[in-house]
Structures are given as C-alpha cells and as structure tokens.
C-alpha cells in the first residue's frame, strides 16, 4: 500500500530559526509537489518537483527531491511568522492520481 | 485566487439527503478533479475528469458520482448523506490530463446533521 509520510505533524518554531519538512514515500515516482493551506483556506502549489536531484527556492522556502531515497525535504531558512501555515506534500501516482501527506502545520512564533 | 470557483461555500444538510456540489475550473483547463479534506481521513483524492471523461478514480464511495460537462464545469453528487460525508470537497483543475501543477477552489464545507 502507498503511503506518503510527513514528519513532523506539528512543528512549533522560534522567528529567525531554521527546519527541515520531511516527505518519505513508498513508490515509485519522478513527481512531487509542495502545498500551502492556511486554517479555513485552499491549497497553494508551492514547488513542483520534476526529477531526481531536483532543487526549488522561492523566498525563505527551498524543497528538493531524491528520488532514489524516495525522499523530499522542505527547509525553511529564517523562519517569519507569515510562514505559519500547513504544508503537504503530494506524490504524483503517474496514473493522475496524487496522494498527500498528512501534512504538516508550522507555526513560527516570535 | 487559484481561478478555480466553487459553488456553494457551505452546506448543511440532514442525514439521507442528497446534494450536488459545483466547480468552475480555470479558464483554459481541461482536467477537473475532486478531493475530499476530513480531519480523521486528511486530504483524499476521489475522481478525475478530462474534456468530459472520467480519467482516474482514488477513494471516492458508490453513493458518490461526478460528470464533466461540455462547458468543462464539474459536478460532484453525493447521496444518502452520512454523518461521516462531513468534510470540506475542494475541487482541483489542471491544463490537461497529464501531470501539471493542479490549481485548487476555495473548497465547500458540507456539514451532515
């Protein structure tokens, strides 16, 4: 059976500190995504990950996939409070189909 | 805004009943497809739909269906509701049936009573 592992669930950090999201998966696959939901909201696609070795920054944000380890991290660098939100990481199934993690929810507190 | 619009933003309704949940997507996209977001189950992928034909199907019930339409509008129907149906359906869309970045609704939150 997939499954697609986040850790941690919950991540409580200080303002200005750095963390590692990580996403382990149990298939095959050369497709992950980054989203961001704020409480009540929809999902914002963050980074799309397309091959082994592949590295994506955006702002304090970088995500990279090792597709060998089946494994993605998510790095925050400099946490700020905006950032607070839950993320997910989805893997792309090759047959359209996507699975997320379980997410998880940062909270970045000053 | 994603450019995907959903239809209503809230529902209640009673065990037993039926309701039809609608989704625009983004001008230009093919690809429809419909999560369901529960705290107990996370974020559940059910059905996919491309240029009206049922494309892929994850964890989506009997009692539940959805259709394309020629305009690419989706509809999701869910039936002989359930205390347990009670979640929030988002509605997704993407540029065609294969692997792109899927565009997110603001979601319905459908409550059962």
């Known amino acids: 059976e997939l499954k697609v592992e986040q850790n941690p669930l919950f991540l409580s950090m200080q303002e200005g500190k750095n963390y590692t999201i990580y996403c382990n998966y149990s298939?095959?696959?050369?497709?992950l995504y980054w989203y961001r939901q704020d409480p009540g909201k929809s999902l914002e696609s963050l980074f799309v990950?397309?091959?082994?070795?592949a590295v994506k920054q955006e702002g304090r944000l970088m995500a990279s996939l090792d597709t060998k380890a089946r494994l993605s991290t998510l790095h925050i660098t400099a946490a700020v409070h905006d950032l607070s939100a839950t993320y997910f990481c989805?893997?792309?199934?090759?047959?359209?189909?996507?699975?997320f993690g379980a997410g998880t929810r940062l909270t970045v507190k000053p | 805004d994603s450019g995907v619009t959903q239809t209503p933003k809230h529902l209640i309704t009673a065990t037993g009943q039926r309701v039809t949940l609608r989704c625009s997507p983004r001008?230009?996209?093919?690809?429809v497809y419909w999560y369901q977001q529960s705290l107990d189950q996370g974020l559940q992928f059910l059905i996919q739909?491309?240029?009206?034909?049922?494309?892929a199907k994850g964890n989506i019930l009997e009692r539940f269906s959805a259709q394309q339409f020629p305009d690419l509008h989706s509809e999701l129907n869910l039936s002989s509701l359930e205390l347990g149906d009670s979640a929030l359906y988002f509605c997704?869309?993407?540029?065609?049936?294969?692997?792109?970045?899927?565009?997110f609704g603001p979601g319905t939150r459908l409550t059962v009573l």
């Open positions: 997704a869309s993407s540029a065609s049936g294969g692997r792109h970045t899927q565009y």
């Open positions: 298939t095959t696959s050369d497709r």
């Open positions: 990950l397309l091959s082994n070795g």
């Open positions: 989805a893997v792309d199934l090759n047959n359209n189909d996507m699975r």
């Open positions: 001008s230009g996209d093919l690809s």
């Open positions: 739909y491309y240029n009206g034909e049922e494309r």
